[in-house]
Every structure is written in C-alpha cells, then in structure tokens.
C-alpha cells in the first residue's frame, strides 16, 4: 500500500525547475510545469543518467547524458515509446509537496 511523503515545500521548486530528493533509498525528481507537481525515478533508463540535472523545456526532461527526453506527466520516453520511467502521483497539502510511494 503506498503514502504520501512530504519531499519539498513548493517554493523550493519554482515553475520550469526541478528538485532531486531521496525517498526510502530512491533517488526520485519532483518537476513544476506551470504550478502542477510530477515525479519521476531519476534514473534514466537508457543508461542510468540523472534526470534531475537535465533539460526541462515545458512538461519534457531531456537525460544529460545521451539527450534521450521524457513526458514528465507521465514517465514515456518520447525517444523510444516502448520504455518509461517510474511516475509517482504527487499532491499539494498547504505548501508542502507530497508524493505517493
């Protein structure tokens, strides 16, 4: 059964930025496109890439190291349709940000 987790308050992540935390062991990056909150495993898929340190242009991260990009709505990889990245559903409670894992 997941929970929420708090992992940032919102002010941290301004609109168009993104913030890497560590939840139980995991290192997952919480994006703000336009005020809505998504998260992400930070690890690339392709090669292991941090996510968190790469390119986010409106609701997609481009990988640092081989430019492969993602929906951050959603974990797909626009480089490769058949693969994802872990999502988690995120929420706002006061000025916490929240993610379910």
């Not at 058949?82 to 999502?87: F, G, H, P």
């Amino acid at each position: 059964m997941s929970k929420f987790i708090v992992v940032a308050k919102a002010e941290e992540i301004l609109p168009g930025q993104c913030h890497t935390v560590e939840v139980e062991g995991k290192q997952i990056t919480v994006f703000n496109v336009d005020g809505n909150y998504y998260a992400l495993d930070d690890n690339c898929i392709h090669r292991g890439g941090p996510l968190g340190q790469g390119n986010l242009e409106e609701n997609t991260i481009t990988c640092p190291w081989h430019a492969w990009k993602f929906d951050v709505k959603t974990g797909t990889c626009l480089t490769n349709p058949m693969a994802k990245v872990a999502s988690y559903q995120t929420k706002l409670e006061g000025t916490n940000v929240l993610i379910s894992f």
